[in-house]
């Protein structure tokens, strides 16, 4: 299921969807159960709301553990029922012995329990519920709401042949203070847990996995099957939640009488257990922090544990001669990658350009190949420096085993991290060939040839968070001994022990100190955090129309409606026109993230407008004048979904259907003709956007080249004009004057060597020779050959360095995951002023590209293949992975028919790129996003033309992910884009 945006306002369909299934999110607090002695709850009336039925009993909160019944939800849950059932019987069925006879005293205690149709409820305040119907259930169909009755004060531990172990509540209280009243402490490592309102979780309770996770409620199940029951263990999940829709758990000893339709379990076998007489100290989350390179790790080693997907970091340390910048990123809970920039301050960049000290590049990677359990640690492949200079390349196996408050890595080392070589390689076993090392490249390959050659060293640590909470410890044994350093920089090193603190100021910053080498201090200082996580409340977005389930007696007109259709979603509303019980609304502009949720304030809007006798709603998508998708919701449907919440049962019906635009839509001729003023009075007839065919902006703009040898970097601050004329819909004239105000260029002075045609590596000229420039100014037109395929042709000054002619071709079906494309181009070389003059060198450039949204875990993969700027062919491939919130990370390379030699420093081209939606990170809804993309050196072979308009972005509705996502950020370098840097020849 998609994130959705994070609003004030639950979805209605998504509390019920997951309270069903055990994983709503109460937000009141827990009470406690009720008195014995309290009156018996009114009936339930037909079409009852719960705030009404709820201020019959009392005007005060009820309890969290409050049921919906809801007949037609028994279904499901015998469904889930009987598939533990079927499962437990068959691993019974292998079993002999005592272990036969716990499963089937299980097998029989979940036979006793019925299914209820229990729906758990959120919010119980029935004041709260009054003012926000949408979340305030009804009773109907014979659906009624019991309170709980029989309930217990105590917190039940299901044993695994059934028995209910009653522990007395106790405020504070660690779960595994309750596990071990009942004796089930250390045969686990997972407990799961059923609070009495629905909501359920998993908890770690081991020494390698222990979490502080939930406290448990009075009337809570609280499940941790042996770690050696495999198919206990396998069935937990669903257990649980089985267990969530009875209820609270009964009062001890025995069955107590409940309302017809509750859940008062079989209680035979009952225990009783007693709190220790001292509360457990509540778990700790493992502590992870970046090392000096930026990796998760200790100090100069690396450990095997990840970040959590999503994370974004960067650090900076210093330890003499060695100052590091690094950037970290976390696409998968399996995979971290980065760049990286050393300065090496004993040795200088390059005498006859530049006083700075050497600035090195690299990348990293490393993989997480299992993960920790209760004997096995957990298991991490890594590399450092896997393109540019190799000057510190290093690859490593490191394994990671905790126990509480303490974190023991151990590990093996090649390359840098093994240079002691304080043991065999043990590749040498397989050749002789691993005995040495080839020495690194200076012209940037991918040195795969050396990996696991030549010396190899173990490395480890132990890190220990200290009791208080923001300090952790970290000691090491560092496996380089630092007398192969580069550029002949032997360093001493008194001691192969180092020792560090990392002191976490908030979530966010953490500050870093150590000693290493025996006799050098280190500082350093790490920001980060998730972006894949963020969301923001819309607190500054206009409210949207208040919400009555009939429709308007007085419509507002169809230019109204347009009007706050635009004010909702950000899109460009074309028209809207009536027919018969149809109402046809046309938007463009739609390509942001969340627009699932944009469509829901759309119709929101629709039917705030629209008269009674429109029973459908259908948006229609447009781009440039193209047809790309349409949507059509329900009204009835869609009122019902808001007017109260809907059972699980119900909410699975509500349907919103997406379709391609089809031959049998309305056309022309059938819809009402546009009047163009859309008044009260005409919504009969249809409105049309009055034609505004000019469109003009300024902003600032800002650009940097990182990691030059004249200086580490370049920015410039100026300010940028775009203007836009339709002709038509489809054919248009862009263009954009970039005007540059402040800069450091004064001591922009080298151009990097090249071997090719200057396609790139002239960036300085561009950059410098003018203060203002026409990056962009081309005439485009689209259209559609046919239902699934689409065309372009454009010309004039496509970017920065070229001008020329071209066309595109795309076959995309709609709601397939998969595209093709191509692209022919004929450009030639701009001045490096940017005006309007030529230079001689002219090219043909073109691709065959493969688009393929992978469906698994957000990946994304576009493949390219044919003739570059610089005349060279080959192939180019971006991998993507795209978060729910619209965070997308990825990596881009090309390798082209020329030679590592003569293509120069880094060997071919590639780069890390990331980008973040703003509608993630602001109060108020935006279609911006802010990202860069970062090439360790600018170089002409693999250069791509930067064309303003694709059509894969134009038509990216017809993807199946379209209602969550905006399209994938255009990854082909720019000229003057972003983070694009260069380096010395050596």
């Not at 990796?295 to 650090?315: D, F, K, N, W």
């Not at 192969?484 to 920089?489: G, K």
């Not at 780069?911 to 993309?933: C, K």
Request: proline share 8%; glycine share 8%.
């Amino acid at each position: 299921m998609k994130t959705r945006e994070r609003t004030f306002r639950l979805h209605p369909l998504r509390i019920q969807l997951l309270a069903a299934f055990g994983l709503g999110a109460a937000v009141v607090a827990q009470a406690q159960p009720a008195p014995a002695e309290d009156p018996a709850p009114l009936p339930t009336l037909e079409g009852e709301r719960l705030s009404h039925w709820l201020l019959r009993q009392s005007p005060q909160p009820a309890d969290p553990a409050l049921a919906w019944l809801v007949p037609q939800e028994k279904l499901p849950q015998q469904y889930l029922r009987n598939v533990l059932l079927v499962h437990l019987e068959r691993s019974a069925a292998q079993l002999s012995g005592q272990d036969r006879e716990i499963r089937q005293r299980l097998l029989a205690w979940l036979h006793s329990l019925p299914a209820t149709g229990r729906v758990a409820l959120s919010i119980t305040d029935p004041r709260w519920l009054e003012v926000n119907p949408g979340q305030d259930p009804m009773a109907r169909d014979r659906a009624r709401f019991a309170l709980p009755t029989g309930r217990t004060a105590d917190v039940v531990v299901v044993q695994p042949d059934g028995t209910l172990c009653h522990v007395p509540h106790a405020s504070g209280r660690w779960v595994g203070d309750y596990l071990q009243a009942c004796g089930r402490m250390g045969a686990a490592d997972w407990a799961w847990l059923a609070q009495p309102d629905g909501r359920t979780t998993r908890i770690g309770i081991a020494g390698w996995n222990a979490e502080a996770g939930v406290e448990p409620a009075p009337g809570a199940w609280l499940w941790a099957p042996p770690r050696t029951m495999a198919d206990l263990v396998a069935a937990s999940e669903g257990l649980i939640k089985f267990l969530a829709t009875q209820g609270p758990a009964p009062a001890r000893p025995g069955p107590v009488a409940a309302p017809a339709g509750t859940s008062t379990p079989s209680t035979a076998f009952v225990a009783d257990g007693s709190l220790p007489a001292v509360a457990s100290a509540l778990p700790r989350p493992l502590d992870v922090s970046a090392n000096d390179w930026g990796e998760t790790g200790l100090l100069q080693t690396p450990t095997a544990r990840m970040a959590s997907a999503g994370e974004i970091r960067a650090s900076y340390s210093s330890v003499w001669p060695y100052s590091r910048l690094n950037i970290m990123f976390q696409p998968f809970d399996w995979m971290e990658a980065g760049f990286r920039y050393t300065s090496i301050s004993n040795r200088e960049y390059g005498p006859s350009i530049s006083t700075q000290s050497y600035k090195d590049k690299s990348i990293d990677v490393k993989f997480r190949l299992m993960r920790e359990s209760t004997y096995l640690p957990e298991v991490s492949l890594g590399f450092r420096d896997i393109g540019g200079t190799g000057l510190f390349s290093s690859e490593y196996l490191v394994g990671n085993k905790r126990w509480g408050d303490l974190d023991f890595s151990l590990g093996i080392g090649w390359g840098y991290m093994g240079s002691s070589g304080n043991i065999s390689n043990p590749f040498t076993l397989l050749s002789d060939r691993f005995k040495t090392r080839p020495a690194a490249s200076t012209a940037g390959e991918a040195n795969l040839s050396s990996y696991f050659r030549g010396p190899a060293a173990l490395f480890g640590g132990v890190q220990w968070r200290t009791p208080w909470d923001p300090l952790t410890l970290k000691i090491e044994y560092d496996g380089n001994n630092y007398q192969s350093e580069p550029f002949s920089n032997a360093l001493p090193r008194r001691s192969p022990i180092n020792v560090g603190l990392a002191y976490k100021l908030n979530k966010n910053v953490t500050l870093a100190a150590g000693f290493e080498r025996g006799d050098k201090f280190m500082i350093g200082l790490t920001l980060s955090g998730n972006a894949a996580e963020a969301q923001t409340p819309k607190l500054l977005d206009p409210p949207l129309p208040r919400f009555v389930p009939e429709a308007p007696a007085k419509p507002p007109g169809w230019a109204s409606t347009a009007e706050q259709v635009e004010t909702q979603t950000g899109w460009r509303v074309l028209r809207i026109a009536p027919k018969d019980d149809v109402l046809h609304l046309w938007v463009s502009d739609s390509d942001a993230v969340y627009r699932e949720v944009r469509s829901d304030r759309a119709v929101a809007v629709l039917h705030h407008s629209a008269p009674a006798g429109i029973r459908t709603f259908v948006i229609h998508y447009e781009e440039r004048g193209i047809a790309i998708q349409a949507q059509a919701f329900q009204r009835d449907e869609w009122v019902a979904a808001h007017a109260q919440p809907l059972p699980p049962h119900l909410a699975r019906n509500v349907t919103q259907r997406d379709y391609a635009p089809v031959p049998d839509e309305p056309t022309e001729a059938q819809l009402p003709p546009a009047t163009g003023s859309g008044g009260p009075a005409e919504t009969a007839t249809a409105w049309e956007r009055p034609a505004d065919r000019f469109n003009f902006s300024i902003s600032p703009n800002f650009s940097q080249v990182v990691g030059g040898p004249n200086n580490f970097a370049l920015v410039e601050l100026g300010a940028k004009a775009n203007a836009q004329y339709r002709f038509t819909q489809q054919t248009w004239l862009q263009g954009q004057v970039n005007l540059r105000l402040a800069d450091n260029y004064g001591s922009f002075t080298y151009d990097a060597p090249s071997n090719l045609p200057r396609v790139r590596t002239d960036q300085r000229l561009y950059l410098t020779t003018s203060r203002v420039t026409v990056p962009n100014l081309q005439l485009t037109h689209v259209g559609q050959l046919a239902s699934d395929q689409y065309y372009s042709v454009y010309g004039g000054y496509l970017e920065s360095m070229f001008a020329g002619v071209g066309g595109e071709w795309l076959y995309r079906p709609w709601g397939s995951r998969l595209a093709f494309g191509i692209d022919i181009n004929h450009v030639r070389q701009r001045e490096y002023a940017q005006h309007f003059s030529l230079r001689d060198y002219q090219v043909n450039t073109g691709h065959a590209s493969l688009y393929w949204n992978t469906g698994w875990n957000g990946v994304l993969v576009r493949l390219s293949a044919g003739q570059y700027l610089a005349g060279d062919r080959g192939v180019s491939i971006d991998i993507a992975k795209r978060f729910d919130n619209g965070l997308t990370m990825g990596a881009y390379a090309t390798k082209t028919n020329v030679s590592s030699a003569q293509f120069g420093e880094g060997s071919f081209d590639k780069g890390i790129f990331i980008s973040i939606p703003l509608d993630a990170l602001l109060p108020r809804s935006s279609r911006s996003v802010i990202g860069f993309n970062w090439s360790p050196l600018t170089r002409d072979g693999g250069a791509r033309l930067g064309r303003a308009v694709t059509l894969y972005d134009l038509t990216y509705a017809r993807d199946p992910d379209s209602r969550s996502f905006g399209p994938p950020p255009d990854t082909r370098p720019r000229a003057g884009d972003n983070i694009l840097d260069f380096d010395v020849q050596r």
